[in-house]
Structures are given as C-alpha cells and as structure tokens.
C-alpha cells in the first residue's frame, strides 16, 4: 500500500465505519495518546522498565500502526498529501545533513 492508498483507504474506512472524523484537536490528543502507547512498549521493551502484567499482551506492530492511523487523519483533514511531505522533507534532510553526520565523532 502506497502512502496515497492509505490516505484514500482511511479517509474511506472513516466516512463508512467510522461516520465522520473528530476535530483536529481531538486527533491530536488522540495522536499522543497513542505515541505514548508506543513509548512505553519502548521502555519496556527496549529500555530499563519491566513490563507490568497488564502490559505482556501489548503489540509494537499494532500501536505504531494505531500512530500511523491518526497522524494520517490529520493528515486528510488538514489537506496534506504525505507523500509530498515526505518527499520534501527527505530533500530537506539530505541537504542539511549531508555532511553532520558523517562528521559525528559519535557515529563511528
């Protein structure tokens, strides 16, 4: 599925199940809510914290999909073609880091 696919099939999947979308605002809440489902998987996982029970059932794969779903959403609402954006932010990282981290002591 291209990025585009997935902005068509969200915004489709949204007006059908989902009826309408919630206020900008409302998804952004929701956004970070849901990176913040994916942090502490991170912690847990990756980091120094232990999982508590409740948290061995949890899925990485399905709260960063979660963070995809509502970033695309506001996405769609806000009338951005993530494609574009990506494309253009990748440029903008190739040409601003072209040398910084090649560079980076820390990197080697």
């Known amino acids: 599925m291209t990025i585009a696919e997935a902005q068509e099939t969200v915004d489709q999947w949204i007006k059908t199940t989902g009826i309408r979308y919630f206020n900008e605002l409302t998804n952004t ?3 970070m809510e849901e990176v913040g489902e994916v942090a502490r998987i991170m912690s847990r996982k990756y980091g120094e914290q232990s999982f ?3 948290d061995e059932a949890v899925n990485l794969a ?11 959403c506001l996405a769609n609402q806000t009338g951005i073609d993530l494609t574009v954006a990506l494309q253009k932010n990748l440029e903008k990282k190739t040409i601003r ?3 910084r981290h090649k560079n980076n002591q820390k990197l080697k």
Do not use: N, P, Q, Y
């Open 29 to 31: 809440a929701i956004l």
């Open 52 to 54: 508590k029970k409740s």
């Open 62 to 72: 399905d709260e960063m999909a979660d963070v995809m779903f509502v970033l695309i």
């Open 97 to 99: 880091d072209a040398e």
